[in-house]
C-alpha cells in the first residue's frame, strides 16, 4: 500500500481529473436536512445582529463577484468571496459556526431559554449568557476554525476551549486569548490534536466540534450552494450539459470543499465539477483519489512533511465522512507548490481589493493550472475536458482573510514582491 504512494514533487503543480463518469447517486445527508439547515440559519439572524453589531441583517452569505481580468475562454471566472463573511472573515462560519450553533439551540430550548418557532432574541440576554456559561464547546484547529468557534461561543457566553497544534501562529494563539477562549497548545501536528482534543471533551462532558467526523459540521456548509444557486440565477448564468459550473475548492480536511461540492451536486446534479485544492506537502486528497478515493492516506507514509504556508489547508489525512459522502463526485484535485499562493494574495488584493490568507489563494492557482492543462497538445478527455473549460463557468472559492492582522497581511505582501 504505501509503496504505491507516488513521490509529489513540491515545486510542481499535480493534477488529478475523474476520467469515468462521477457517482450519479448521491446519498447520506437529504434534500430536508439541507434546507433546515439553511433554516436554522435563519432563525438565529436576528440574535447574531444583536451579538455582532455591525451594519448588517444577521445572514452568513458572501459576495460573488465577476473576476476583472478573466484568462481567455468563453465562459466566466467569478469569485466567491467567503474570505468576507460577516462574524469569522472565513468559510468556517459556514459548518464550524453551524454546528455551534445547533448546539446553542438545543441547550437553549432544553433550558427553556428559547422557544421553538418564537424568535431567539433572548440568546442575546445576559440571563443566557449566564445559563450557556456552563456549557462548554472544544475543538481543534490550526487556525480558523478555533477563531470562529472561539469567538461565537464566547458572545454567547460559553466556554471555549481551543486545542491547536504545533503549527499553529502565535499570533492566532493570541488572538483567541484575548476574547475569552482558552487556547490548548500541543506539539504534535492536526490530526493528532484533533484526537487530543476529542479525548479531553470526552472526559470534560463538553460539545466537540469533530471536524472530521461531524455531520452536523458538513451539511451546515452545504447551505453554501443554495445562496450560490441564488446568486447565479440573479446573474441569469445557465447551468447545463453545455455551460457547466467548475467550481474551485480550497481543501484542509475536506469539510468546507465537501460541504459546498455536495449540496451544488444536490442541486445541479452532474453539471457541477467540484475540484479541490490543496498544497503539495498536505496533498490528502489527491493522494486518496488517485488511489481510488475509497480510503483516506497519510501525505507523510508519501514522504510528505504537511509544512505549507497555507496553513488552514494543512492537514494529513483526509476526512473519511468526506470521502464516504462525496468521493465519488470530485471532479478533480490539484495540488500546488507552496511559492504560487503569495503571487495571488498580491494580485486580489489589487484587482479586487479583497484580503486572502494564502489558503483561500490557492483556487486561482489551481484555476490557472487546469487552463494550461486543458490548452496543452494533450489535453484530459474526460468530463472536465477542453470544452468544460471553454464553455463553462469557472468559480473560484476564496476562503478565508479578511481578518488577517495588518502586519501579517503586509508581510505576506512583501514575500510575493520578493518572489517575483
Ligand atoms: C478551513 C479552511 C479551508 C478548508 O476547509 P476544510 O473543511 O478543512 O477542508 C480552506 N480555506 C481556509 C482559509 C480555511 O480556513
Redesign the pocket.
Known sequence: MTTQLPKLDLMKSHIWLRSKEIDTDLNGVTMQEMTSAVERYRRFESVLTKLFDGDWDGKIQSDLKPYPHAEEHQGHLLVKCDATLPMTG???ARGGVYELLCYIEQIGLAEGLIEPNQPYDALATEESKKVLSRYGIVVAST???GFSIGLVARRFGMAADVHMSYDAKEWKKERLRKIGARVVEHDCDYELTVAKARDAAKAGNSHFVD?ERSRDLFVGYTGAAFELRDQLNSLKIEVSAERPLVVYL????????GGIAYGLRAIFGDFVYPVFVEPVASACFYLALIGGGKTAVSVYDAGLDNQTVAD??A?PRASELVLQLVGGSIDGAIAIPDTTMAPWVARVWKELDQKL?P??ASGFVAYEALVNKLSSADPHTGRLNKQALMLGTHIVWT??GAHLPEDEFTALLNQSAASV
Open positions: 472565513s468559510v468556517k487556525g480558523n476554525l471536524d480550497p481543501c484542509g480536511v475536506g469539510g468546507a470543499p488552514g489547508l492537514v490568507e489558503s483561500a476562503t478565508g
